[in-house]
């Protein structure tokens, strides 16, 4: 166990639909990574936050955003969704440094009918 | 350009046979670190190693070995005396500082690693 929770485990909606994806990080830590892991694209960045601040974005798609509360849980909101947005996401925390390691949650299977 | 590659797909071994997992990488970063992660079919990541671009001294962790090798941009983790449990897939990952600025990780692609009893 990493000490990463993600709600929830398993997710299945519709084309066009909006979802969010919630992510407790490890006590203590301040970063919180999104990763998308799909057959085609594999495992992929999304965005990082750190105590609250967005630091970093990668492949994420307009239609996805995130943030980070006070008490450093993390949500990731997909809207607009089409089928290739199913895939497993994953969260990923660290305490903040650059040179981390990342701990990785059980990640939330979304399926988009 | 792929920053991480693993080229095999899928490697089949019989228990307690070593199993080696090839990973070969691209960066123009000084520092950097490179990380194996673990996937078992249940689906979550677990870490496993780490490794500094400055520190090429290759070490052994219980089953678990790495060769690093700076010259020629590889980092290999080898399975001694593989394990059923140890199917699962293994991802290479690279986190460097050039050119975003932060410990972002770009994986490779995997290997399947398949331990038959």
């Known amino acids: 166990d990493s000490g990463v929770t993600q709600t929830p485990k398993h997710l299945i909606t519709a084309t066009g639909q909006r979802v969010t994806l919630r992510c407790s990080p490890r006590?203590?830590?301040?970063?919180v990574y999104w990763y998308q892991q799909s057959l085609d694209q594999g495992l992929q960045f999304l965005i990082q936050?750190?105590?609250?601040?967005?630091?970093a974005k990668g492949n994420i798609l307009e239609r996805f955003s995130a943030q980070q509360f006070p008490d450093l849980h993390s949500e990731l909101n997909l809207s607009s969704l089409e089928l290739g947005d199913s895939a497993l996401y994953f969260c990923?925390?660290?305490?903040?440094?650059?040179?981390?390691?990342?701990?990785f949650g059980p990640g939330t299977r979304l399926t988009v009918l | 350009a792929q920053k991480v590659t693993q080229a095999q797909t899928e490697i089949s071994v019989v228990e307690k046979e070593d199993v080696t997992l090839d990973c070969v990488y691209e960066?123009?970063?000084?520092?950097?670190?490179l990380f194996w992660y673990k996937q078992p079919p249940s689906g979550e990541l677990v870490f496993l190693i780490r490794?500094?671009?400055?520190?090429?001294q290759n070490e052994i962790s219980g089953r678990y070995s790495w060769n690093f090798q700076k010259s020629t941009s590889s980092f290999n983790f080898t399975i001694t005396a593989s394990q059923v449990v140890d199917s699962a897939v293994y991802f290479c990952a690279l986190s460097e500082s050039f050119p975003y600025g932060n410990n972002r990780l770009a994986f490779g692609k995997g290997n399947q690693v398949v331990v038959i009893p």
């Open positions: 936050y750190y105590n609250g601040e967005e630091r």
């Open positions: 006590s203590g830590d301040l970063s």
């Open positions: 490794r500094n671009s400055f520190d090429e």
């Open positions: 960066t123009r970063d000084t520092t950097y670190y």
């Open positions: 990923a925390s660290s305490p903040g440094g650059m040179t981390d390691t990342q701990y």
